[in-house]
């Protein structure tokens, strides 16, 4: 190679090599390339989303409270019975037997009471007036014997036999008058007859309410939820045949994981659907919160009652899924929680915002949060670009690559997680 063309190479190698390190340092000068998110303002809704289960106000298990056997079950799951329905029907012969032998010891003593009164009040009396004439005749006797016996006319002996005569006739008027006073209002006869008829009523009673006891009833206007009894089967005090739920208000009952406790109150609305009819939603609220905590789930328990009717589709102890409505801005700076770089104590945090090709740093001031979203109250404004990813420093130089607020969130969704229980959601732009 001639030196002219060698001079030829070498000059060709220094441009190019010139070139490269001036493409080099244009790039180094420009920086790298950073996903950038123009603030706008947009409403922000945060809400909770966790599964629930349908209730009752009450559930009662009703059963026998004699031991039988069933002669009838006069209901089967899912009926609606109403207040003193007859659920079960035990066999009630025997129990019949009884009643109506009490039932007829009664009468009898009632008829023997109103004997008593009637009857042998009258002849009490009749013997009380037979006795009183004949006191009142020997009595005169008596006295018309002893002026003659006196004179002589009559012995010694027909004076004795008027004087008995007298002592006889008291003694007959003594016990007239003791029977009167047995059948008369408070009398010992009448007392005892009383006596009799209560314990004759109060058997009659009990018969009856043994006889009851063969019917279970409904105890309020309820739903059957379970049955747990045939005909023939043999049952005994203290043994469930049947679960009701009693009628009242639907209420929903969720297990919250307690790190959201501080974003629950009373009152607050929801969304409920159910798996099984996923395009029929309705509305709830908050009812309460429990006041403790369980320790061994760490969940708080929340109630919900339902804003309207329940639906019909709606079945005990049925699994929904709730969204709860914890927070709203109409009109807010939204920020997705990675482009947050620094955390510092109290609600406020460091972000990198794009400015003449660098990343300058700004402590912005954090309102409403959600999982992956949170409320710029001060430090930012509208148009500025806020930067999301790549391991910038401040001060560095950069270049924007602008993502939409939907992109955003969508990269924050797949490179986060979110609790079985319940979880935290929010949206941008609703």
Known sequence: MTPPRQRRWLWLVAVVALLVTAVIAWLALRGPRVDALPLRYAPLVRTLQFSARVTTLSRVDAGATITGRVAQVLV????????????????????????????????????????????????????LAQANATLVAATAELNRVQPLVAQGFFSRSRLDDARRAVDVARAQQSGAQAQTRAVGDGGTDVTQAQAQLAAGQAATVAAQARLAQAAVLAPADARVLTRQVEPGQIVQPGKALMSLALSGPTQLVAQVDERFLDQLRVGQTATVVADAFPGERFAARVLSIAPTVDAQRGAIEVKFALEQQPPAFLREDMTLSVEVETGRRARALVLPLRALRTQAAGESATVLVADAGRAQARTVRLGLRSLNAVEVLEGVAEGDQVLLGGAVKAGERIRTQAVTPAQASAVQNSAGSQDAGSALTNAMGR
Do not use: I, M, N
């Open 76 to 127: 089967r799951e899912g009926a609606q019975v109403r207040k003193g329905d007859v659920l079960v029907q035990l066999e009630s012969a025997e129990l019949q037997a009884a009643l109506t032998q009490a039932v007829a010891s009664e009468r009898q003593a009632q008829a023997r009471l109103s004997g008593l009164r009637s009857t042998g009040r009258s002849g009490a009396q009749a013997t």
